[in-house]
């Protein structure tokens, strides 16, 4: 889970690829760049994320059966919201209890 700003948007083949500032990371299991690419699997726009918005994201890390491709995966069921600072203080308070 991040909050992050959107910088780019660019859809590559049957995906969307996301190029992202990393502002603040609140809970991640694998290292995390100041810029990283999250990726979602579909051409739709779904989830709507707007160039220069931010955002609190909860990816996960997809790594393929050749252990050939390493990336940050936004998939249907993960999280994509506006960042408020109710999300943060929401976000920060869970941190704690997990």
Known sequence: VFRGRILARRVMGREMRYE???KAPYRHRF???TREYVW???TCGC???K???EYLLMTRRHVNYERTLNRILLQDSGYARPWTPR???LVRDAARHC
């Open 20 to 22: 992202v500032e990393v």
């Open 31 to 33: 290292p995390l760049l």
């Open 40 to 42: 979602v699997p579909n």
């Open 47 to 49: 989830p709507q994320l």
């Open 51 to 53: 160039e220069g918005g």
């Open 87 to 89: 999300e943060e203080r």
